[in-house]
């Protein structure tokens, strides 16, 4: 071969090596370009009312508001917590003052930086505004949270409280001068309305998430913060997630099916599910919950505001009924906190399924059985939520069968809410169901003294006090002891069930139905919601069916 063949030979070769090449590149380029642009869309039973961390209480509301703002610290199965926008901290020998540093180089979503004087705002806020979520902080004024530099700030408490740690993992941080921008007329001086008419339905965080579209009711959109530092994105994590409101299980489930949705609403009958997940391409997950199912009564109307009538309600409640025919899966309660929250009490007696037992209790009461079928029970299940409904109407029929008339009220998360701020308007039961959204079993007890009456959350609308379960409440979370706390714990969570302020139904299996193209529910650290930070799920966008479904 001439030398002239030979260059033109290489010169070939080198071309189609570049060509080859080119292919390669614009190959990658387009699978990034599709990993970019991967959406996690997920139908939803619920509505998100609101944006504001500080009155957010339902399961989308929350995981919505993880997803846009940030805590402190974050969960972590082993030590608790583990620093996040605080880098570090120290507390004083007597328990009371907690000093944060602040990580440097961190942003809102504005660009803002976010400094120590953001999260003295936020706290203060949060407890100038008493929503629900400032319950977790009771024993701590608003002006005891100072920012005492850009990097440092100090809560001091009134007492020690062991779960102080532990709850900031609910604490989100606000962005204070945009929060300050767009202040409306309110009640709270130079703060005015604490920028709650602003914050409900606008983005004023710094996590990974920014908030796209908001329609009430209907959608929400989340889209990729591109500037987020405490965690690094994978190609494969979802650039933006789409919770669609769909109260009607059925049009859920249809969606689901024809992969117009990815995920589908945990509350997704479990027949249902479990047709959908017999098809291949879909798969349907179980989780153990520290999650707590009760029936709150409103203690403070008659008739149950007689420790015997809350006996009879609590003995008519057929778990076992509801475990295997409404939910699908999960395990009895007779207690107050889950059990694995209070792992070295000894066992608890709850009140078992018994019919006779329930009409001997009503038999024991004060009232007279006229009076007690003078007008039915009030029981609030969320509207458009089957199993909700399905327990509710187990119960109405249980009732019936001891000599108490009960009717079933279909009613928005939202108003639910709102009347458990008055006795007088407290519903006479609600179905509800509580996550463990930090591991401690104040996050559950807080609602069984005074502090945690007309909260605007089901329990809030419980009524209920016993002053030594209230003694030994405070000694556990003033203590330092491990071993005081617990014990203390057990006791309260005994004198609880003893007196009956609501019906300790059933721990949660959170079922979950969706697409194999899905990789969800990372290590939440032992906190809810926190596996619901979308930065770290996972989008396989080399799946037909991913592609067949986001064209």
Not at 159 to 173: D, E, G, M, R, Y
Not at 239 to 248: A, G, I, K, R, Y
């Amino acid at each position: 071969m001439t030398n002239s063949r030979v260059k033109r030979a290489r010169g070939a070769l080198r071309a189609s090596a570049l060509a080859l090449a080119c292919v390669g590149l614009l190959s990658t380029m387009a699978a990034n370009a599709d990993a970019k642009d991967l959406k996690l869309r997920w139908g939803v039973g619920m509505e998100v009312s609101t944006l504001d961390p500080a009155y957010q209480t339902n399961n989308w509301e929350l995981a919505t508001g993880y997803n846009m703002y940030d805590s402190l610290v974050w969960p972590d199965a082993k030590s608790g917590v583990k620093p996040w926008v605080a880098e570090s901290w120290t507390v004083s020998d007597d328990g009371r003052i907690w000093t944060f540093r602040i990580r440097d180089g961190l942003t809102f979503h504005d660009g803002a930086p976010l400094t120590a004087e953001d999260v003295a705002f936020s706290m203060q806020r949060l407890l100038t505004l008493n929503g629900p979520n400032a319950t977790s902080f009771r024993g701590l004024k608003p002006e005891a949270v100072v920012a005492q530099d850009a990097n440092t700030v100090t809560f001091a408490l009134d007492k020690p409280n062991a779960s102080f740690l532990a709850a900031l993992v609910t604490f989100k941080i606000l962005n204070k001068a945009l929060v300050v921008k767009n202040l409306q007329d309110g009640p709270h001086g130079e703060m005015k309305d604490y920028g709650a008419a602003f914050v409900r339905s606008n983005d004023a965080g710094s996590g990974p998430f920014t908030l796209g579209t908001y329609s009430q009711g209907e959608l929400i959109t989340l889209n990729r913060f591109a500037d987020y530092t405490l965690t690094k994105w994978d190609e494969k994590a979802p650039s933006s997630v789409e919770l669609q409101v769909t109260p009607e299980m059925a049009t859920i489930g249809t969606k689901l099916r024809a992969g117009e949705i990815d995920m589908g609403d945990w509350s997704l009958p479990i027949r249902v599910q479990q047709d959908v997940s017999a098809d291949e391409r879909f798969t349907m997950r179980q989780d153990p919950m520290n999650t707590a199912w009760y029936l709150i009564m409103n203690n403070a109307n008659a008739p149950l505001d007689d420790v015997n009538v809350r006996r009879a309600v609590a003995s008519a409640h057929d778990e076992g009924t509801l475990i295997r025919n409404i939910t699908g899966a999960g395990g009895p309660m007779g207690a107050p906190v889950p059990d694995a929250m209070l792992p070295n009490c000894a066992p608890i007696e709850g009140y078992a399924f018994d019919l006779d037992k329930a009409r001997e209790y009503l038999a024991a009461s004060k009232y007279s059985p006229e009076q007690l079928q003078s007008r039915p029970l009030k029981i609030a299940a969320v509207a458009g939520s089957e199993r909700f409904n399905n327990i509710a109407l187990l119960t109405a029929s249980n009732l019936k069968k001891i000599g108490l008339k009960a009717e079933v009220q279909a009613v928005r998360w939202a108003d639910i809410t709102a009347a458990q701020t008055k006795p007088e308007t407290a519903f006479d039961l609600v179905v509800f169901y509580d996550p463990a959204k930090y591991n401690d079993p104040m996050l559950f007890l807080s609602y069984y003294r005074k502090a945690g009456w007309g909260d605007p959350y089901p329990p809030g609308g419980m009524y209920y006090e016993n002053p030594t379960v209230t003694q030994l409440l405070d000694k556990a979370q003033t203590s330092t002891d491990i071993k005081v706390q617990q014990d203390s714990y057990c006791e309260a969570a005994r004198l609880i069930t003893e007196d009956s302020p609501s019906v300790f139904s059933h721990s949660e299996v959170r079922t979950t139905t969706y697409w194999k193209y899905v990789s969800a529910y990372p290590d939440g650290g032992g906190a809810m919601f926190y596996d619901m930070r979308f930065e770290n799920w996972r989008l396989d966008p080399d799946s037909e069916d991913l592609k067949r479904n986001q064209p």
